[in-house]
T-cell receptor, first 114, second 112 residues
Framework: SQKIEQNSEALNIQEGKTATLTCNYTNYSPAYLQWYRQDPGRGPVFLLLIRENEKEKRKERLKVTFDTTLKQSLFHITASQPADSATYLC?????????????FGTGTRLLVSP | NAGVTQTPKFQVLKTGQSMTLQCAQDMNHNSMYWYRQDPGMGLRLIYYSASEGTTDKGEVPNGYNVSRLNKREFSLRLESAAPSQTSVYFCAIADATNEKLFFGSGTQLSVL
């Protein structure tokens, strides 16, 4: 069966450290993968998109990797801050035909302590 | 969540009641989506509209209907609410490059 999995346990780290979140998938061949941030009571906010032919993408303190062999994406936040505390969702394109086939993970909650 | 406005923010219904969730965008994009988010499950697509005048079913359409009233507005209707429809509902639009979704702030719906 097709699955997209994120660690359901919260990730607790200290301010200044690098946070690494994992997104694994099975039985999909996505053309791209996205990461979103969601704060309590708010809608998700788009962060980054990485395509199947890209190994790594960066945006300020964020870095995303995409390994189509391992079927895994890693999301890194360097020099983490308490303001980075949120739930992070990964989403993959299940069909290559548009967002109507975008599949979301359940998200991982990140807690950054001062 | 600038650009996508959802109303209401909260709603409590009794089983069997009907209601319409409203979504409006001011970004002039074609594609609009309705998702529901439940604990322990990822966002699931209910219906989408690729352009004005068209709508299509997503992953979990049963119990819902939609209307794409014009380019700006996309509404979701529950004709006879059931407790299983207790959820947080999000409207989203795809940007012009189809590389990202912009979400509204959500409607928290409880069906008793």
């Amino acid at each position: 069966s097709q699955k997209i999995e994120q660690n359901s346990e919260a990730l607790n780290i200290q301010e200044g450290k690098t946070a690494t979140l994992t997104c694994n998938y099975t039985n999909y061949s996505p053309a791209y993968l996205q990461w979103y941030r969601q704060d309590p009571g708010r809608g998700p906010v788009f962060l980054l998109l990485i395509r199947e032919n890209e190994k790594e993408k960066r945006k300020e303190r964020l870095k995303v990797t995409f390994d189509t062999t391992l079927k895994q994406s890693l999301f890194h936040i360097t020099a983490s801050q308490p303001a980075d505390s949120a739930t992070y969702l990964c989403a993959l394109d299940a069909s290559g035909t548009g967002f109507q086939k975008l599949v979301f993970g359940t998200g991982t909650r990140l807690l950054v302590s001062p | 969540n600038a650009g996508v406005t959802q109303t209401p923010k909260f709603q409590v219904l009794k089983t069997g009641q009907s209601m319409t969730l409203q979504c409006a965008q001011d970004m002039n994009h074609n594609s609009m989506y309705w998702y529901r988010q439940d604990p322990g499950m990822g966002l699931r697509l209910i219906y989408y509209s690729a352009s004005e005048g068209t709508t299509d079913k997503g992953e979990v359409p049963n119990g819902y209907n939609v209307s794409r009233l014009n380019k700006r507005e996309f509404s979701l209707r529950l004709e006879s609410a059931a407790p299983s429809q207790t959820s947080v509902y999000f409207c989203a639009i795809a940007d012009a490059t189809n590389e990202k979704l912009f979400f509204g702030s959500g409607t928290q719906l409880s069906v008793l």
